[in-house]
């Protein structure tokens, strides 16, 4: 299990509504595998992590892909590239 900061790097529409989220992350990005989940935080955000399946790994980066179904995933979504998540 990590404990990081990691950047988020891009943000692409691939559906209506439906997002992927690519996260440079090397030390998760050699240990897990699509399918898999990672808990996610952002500031300000809501209290506890949130939850999402990893879509894709590669190099240093991780993809979650996500859809907008609340307050919390909303403001993930408003993140631009170059902010932080945890």
Avoid: H
């Avoid at 559906?15 to 440079?24: H, K, N, P, Q």
């Avoid at 894709?56 to 919390?72: F, M, N, P, S, Y």
């Amino acid at each position: 299990m990590f404990l990081l900061n990691a950047q988020l790097v891009a943000r692409r529409e691939v559906a209506r509504g439906m997002f992927v989220l690519s996260i440079e992350a090397p030390q998760v990005a050699e240990s897990v595998r699509a399918g898999q989940f990672v808990n996610l935080g952002w500031t300000p955000g809501p209290l506890l992590r949130r939850p999402f399946s990893v879509y894709r790994t590669g190099g240093d980066r991780i993809e979650v892909i996500l859809k907008a179904v609340g307050a919390g995933t909303a403001q993930l979504l408003a993140m631009a590239p170059g902010d932080m998540l945890s």
